[in-house]
């Protein structure tokens, strides 16, 4: 079965099925290798909707938070995690061609027809395969949506000091008729030197792989974590797909019809025709669906984010309170004539004894991961309806050309091979 719904050559089931996946994994492969920096940008952007209104987002907008990859990150940055996604594009792009074509051989002997299906044939069969697909996607796209979002844990406030330094107080002078014995010491050299800002080229090495995020998700909430925002995915899988297929075939025969007038003959698409059909149906696919997909992505993102700004909270305390405690010295007198009249008792102050403080202090059982209805009325009550479409426009400018390759590729080799 042709993704726009016509019959195929007579072969055996497993050829066919064969076929999809071959053919769905080349087109979902070449596609993601094109789309992903715009993916990464709309993911990061849409990441920032859970923060407060009172704080100042980090990105402006699409390109802006292009921009700033680029110039922090460099190139390879633009495809943080990319292995992730391009397995999960293959998985997701074959599964997706495999179950519509089953569902569409379904159909047909559902009503013992050969004859094309008709466009809500295609829309119902092409739903049922966004649904399906879904369940392989949620757990990738959990994974993707976490790598691209860590390098905005990188930052780190830049007076916390290494939590390992420990901060010796100042010995007494000889004088001691000077009360700087009891002022407080700054921090030696080595320690102002380190309180710089960290760089994300110092702590790339640092930052966990796909592997790591999947043990850490299984240990924290169990196999069913891995399927954290499913309800936006098979929302969005589900009627996206369902556009996607139907739209594509309704402007295909569109395009075919007229040109089939002009030339007295039947033909399967053109590449031209695939490629606009297909670019139409990613736009519409992407409008109709995305506050699902917004949801989605800061649902994935929030623990990942929330415990950067709980952390970076709590540090800044514990800055500011070593910066402030006064020393721990005692000062005791001493029998020894060569030395001070006055010995000192060192108890050092740690920037880790600091932070451990705040942190016991301040420590807490992490709230609840918010359900898919909580997550949109947040949204949608700190930022209005244009929050829900936070970086449509980019997905917009990636889905248009990403989906008139899928169908370029997928048609062209089903036509070469058929």
């Known amino acids: 079965m042709h993704s726009d719904g016509a019959s195929r050559p007579l072969q055996s089931p497993i050829d066919d099925a064969v076929q999809d996946i071959v053919f769905g ?9 094109f789309e992903y920096p715009f993916d990464l940008a709309k993911v990061r952007l849409q990441s920032q909707l859970l923060s407060s209104s009172s704080s100042q987002p980090r990105f402006k907008g699409p390109m802006d938070c292009l921009m700033q990859t680029w110039r922090d990150e460099g190139f390879k940055g633009l495809y943080r995690g990319l292995p992730v996604p391009l397995l999960g594009s293959m998985l997701e792009t074959a599964a997706l061609f495999v179950a519509y074509s089953s569902l569409q051989n379904g159909i047909r002997r559902y009503y013992k027809s050969s004859d094309e299906l008709t466009i809500p044939q295609l829309c119902f069969a092409a739903a049922g395969a966004g649904a399906t697909t879904s369940f392989i996607l949620t757990p990738i796209e959990l994974v993707k949506c976490k790598i691209q979002v860590q390098m905005l844990n990188v930052p780190t406030p830049p007076r916390v000091p290494p939590i390992h330094v420990p901060v010796l107080p100042k010995p007494p002078p000889r004088d001691l008729t000077s009360s700087s014995i009891y002022t407080r010491q700054s921090p030696p050299q080595s320690i102002r030197t380190s309180l710089s800002p960290v760089t994300a080229s110092s702590t790339n090495h640092h930052l966990p792989g796909p592997l790591t995020i999947v043990r850490n ?7 069913r974590g891995l399927w954290l925002g ?33 030339e007295h003959s039947s033909s399967p698409l053109l590449p031209w025709e695939s490629a606009f059909a297909g670019a139409v ?22 623990e990942e984010l929330r415990e950067m700004r709980v952390y970076q909270q709590r540090a800044s305390s514990a800055a500011r309170e070593w910066s402030t405690s006064p020393p721990s010295t005692t000062l005791t007198p001493s029998s020894s004539t060569s030395s001070p009249p006055y010995s000192t008792s060192k108890q050092p102050l740690t920037a880790s004894s600091a932070l451990s403080s705040v942190l016991k202090r301040s420590s807490s059982a992490s709230p609840e991961s918010m359900s898919f209805l909580e997550t949109f009325l947040k949204i949608y009550r700190t930022h209005g309806a244009k929050g829900l479409y936070s970086g449509c426009g980019m997905s917009m400018a990636r889905a248009i050309p ?17």
């Open 230 to 262: 499913h309800t936006g995915t098979v929302l969005r899988e589900t009627g996206g797909t369902a556009v996607w297929f139907s739209v594509k075939e309704w402007v295909g025969r569109i395009l075919k019809e007229r040109r089939t007038k002009t």
């Open 217 to 223: 998700i299984i240990a924290t909430n169990g196999v």
């Open 25 to 33: 994994s080349v087109a979902g492969m070449v596609s993601e290798v």
């Open 281 to 302: 149906s990613g736009a519409v696919c992407v409008a109709a669906l995305y506050p699902a997909d917004t949801v989605k992505s800061a649902m994935q993102t929030e």
């Open 402 to 418: 990403s989906s008139g390759i899928v169908f370029v590729v997928y048609d062209g080799l089903r036509a070469w091979f058929a």
